[in-house]
T-cell receptor
């Protein structure tokens, strides 16, 4: 069964550094998403992406964040200058027209 | 905006019994709902979804019930197994929102032997 994959599984970085989190969505999906989950808290929406542009973003998704679909298979989330409070699990998801969203295993980001 | 909440943060059931996990939502414009299962250290796993034009939907050992009048949905797991132990989230999508899922806080289901 096709799955969303994410790399790396764990990323440790220093505050102020840039990180890029990578995702390979399910191949026939057209909608792509990033969510995050701070330890012990709810899963929170960051951004949705369709037709090579952002379709919706939350207040969390400020100027430090960007997304890109550099080729036909990858979908990336970049955090330009990480802060301590960016430490969280970051989940990529993909889906089709129905609205269904299938999540990847996540990247644990630790900012020191 | 939407807020989604679960009624109980934890639920313990005996192996073989049926489990019922409840969820409430606030936005009457929410028209699509998904139940997810999340095991420790893993991503949310899609279990079952339901649209607001339905009251009930069944999958393998799972049933989702939707009551739009009171803005409530439930997930029923039949013959609960040890592998069902996980955190269960409901998530809602509003018709006015492009694709933003709003998640509840989760119910930790523990299956007792």
């Amino acid at each position: 069964e096709p799955e969303v994959t994410q790399t790396p599984s764990h990323q440790v970085t220093q505050m102020g550094q840039e990180v890029i989190l990578r995702c390979v969505p399910i191949s026939n999906h057209l909608y792509f998403y990033w969510y995050r989950q701070i330890l012990g808290q709810k899963v929170e929406f960051l951004v949705s992406f369709y037709n090579n542009e952002i379709s919706e973003k939350s207040e969390i998704f400020d100027d430090q964040f960007s997304v890109e679909r550099p080729d036909g298979s990858n979908f990336t989330l970049k955090i330009r200058s990480t802060k301590l409070e960016d430490s969280a699990m970051y989940f990529c998801a993909s889906g089709g027209d129905r609205g269904e969203q299938f999540f990847g295993p996540g990247t644990r980001l630790t900012v020191l | 905006g939407e807020s989604v909440g679960l009624h109980l943060p934890t639920l313990s059931v005996q192996e073989g019994d049926n489990s019922i996990i409840n969820c409430a939502y606030s936005n009457s414009a929410s028209d699509y709902f998904i139940w997810y299962k999340q095991e420790s250290g893993k991503g949310p796993q899609f279990i079952i979804d339901i649209r607001s034009n339905m009251d009930k939907r069944q999958g393998q050992r799972v049933t989702v019930l939707l009551n739009k009048t009171v803005k409530h949905l439930s997930l029923q797991i039949a013959a609960t197994q040890p592998g069902d132990s996980a955190v269960y989230f409901c998530a809602a999508l509003s018709s006015g929102s492009a694709r933003q899922l709003t998640f509840g806080s989760g119910t930790q289901l523990t299956v007792l032997p």
